[in-house]
């Protein structure tokens, strides 16, 4: 896809972190966009400070992991701008630690923003996109813990190995059905975000029930290291520079970190000799 300006794109967690560098990004490509997010304030704050580009971006409270949610969101950017070209569905988060430790609520919080989440874009979204006809890309915001093992959160691995597997069948589908549609899986490692404050945004009936306990020597140590991780991170806008690059040049997935390519390699022949 090479042109964008005067289009539309969608950004789900388009108020914080990475959805926000790309509702910039796509602002300065001259497109209009819609914001979709659950966290008001963050959102309200996003509408303030993008105020200059008047009526080309507006917003929406939205809950990704409610169908119903993302149906209206879809009905209100038909509504606002037309036919919406870009679907970035980027909102994620993560909670749990190993498989058999993460509770159930922690499971289906992060199964529906990270998974079902992307499932509701794409079935709200995709049918209106093939029906106008005109070019346009699916993004799924997956992780580098998409491609590799070993996170520390079996949720959140589970859900972005879905996600990727998910945006390489929809790939082989628009190709299948000769769609002027791509899609491409966005796998980046640490970037500069508030992804490890997600549970500002936890619903108070997926909270856990010792989610107030006392924070302990060695758990605030392990805050501390994740905190300066990801402070010295990648800051968002170069992720978003490098989605436009790959849109430009028609990829399927997006690795803005190179190292990362190396371990995808290994990750490849640990399954081929069976580790
Ligand atoms: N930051 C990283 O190091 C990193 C690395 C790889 C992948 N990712 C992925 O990038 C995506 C964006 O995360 P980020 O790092 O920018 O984090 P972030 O917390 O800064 O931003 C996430 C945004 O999603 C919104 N959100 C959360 N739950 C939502 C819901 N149910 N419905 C709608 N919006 C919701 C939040 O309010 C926030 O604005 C996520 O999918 C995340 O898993 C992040």
């Known amino acids: 896809m090479q042109s964008f300006a005067g289009k539309t ?8 972190g ?25 959102l309200e704050a996003t509408l303030d400070a993008l105020h200059s580009f008047g009526s080309r971006v507006c917003g929406r409270r939205v809950d990704v992991s409610q169908a119903e949610e993302v149906e209206a969101l879809a009905q209100f950017a038909r509504s606002t701008f037309g036919d919406i070209h870009l679907l970035f569905n980027n909102a994620g988060v993560g909670a749990g630690n190993t498989a058999w430790e993460s509770t159930l609520k922690d ?3 992060v199964m529906g923003v990270n998974l079902w989440g992307v499932i509701h874009g794409i079935s709200r979204f995709v049918p209106d996109m093939l029906t106008h006809g005109e070019p346009g890309y699916v993004i799924n915001t997956a992780s580098i ?11 959140y691995a589970t859900t972005k190995h879905a996600v990727v597997a998910l945006s390489e069948q929809l790939q082989v589908e628009f ?12 796998c980046p490692s640490w970037v500069n975000t508030r992804i490890n404050e997600g549970g500002r945004n936890r619903p108070g009936h997926l909270l856990n029930p010792d989610a107030n306990r ?3 020597p060695e758990m605030q140590r392990h805050w501390e290291e994740i905190q300066a991780a990801a402070a010295e991170a990648t800051p968002p806008s170069v992720i978003a520079d490098f989605v436009f690059e790959g849109m430009r040049a028609g990829k399927h997935y997006l690795m803005p970190h190179a190292e990362s390519k190396a371990w995808v390699e290994r990750r490849f022949e640990g399954i081929l000799r069976d580790y």
């Open 9 to 16: 794109a969608v950004v789900t967690g388009g108020a914080a």
């Open 145 to 155: 813990a998409g491609l590799v093992r070993g996170h520390h959160s079996a949720a």
């Open 107 to 109: 499971w289906t919080w």
């Open 18 to 42: 990475i959805g926000r560098a790309l509702v910039e990004r796509c602002l300065t490509e001259g497109m209009n966009v819609v914001i979709a997010d659950v966290e008001v304030p963050a």
């Open 175 to 186: 190709e299948r059905t000769g769609a002027k549609l791509a899609c491409a899986a966005l």
């Open 214 to 216: 006392p924070v302990t």
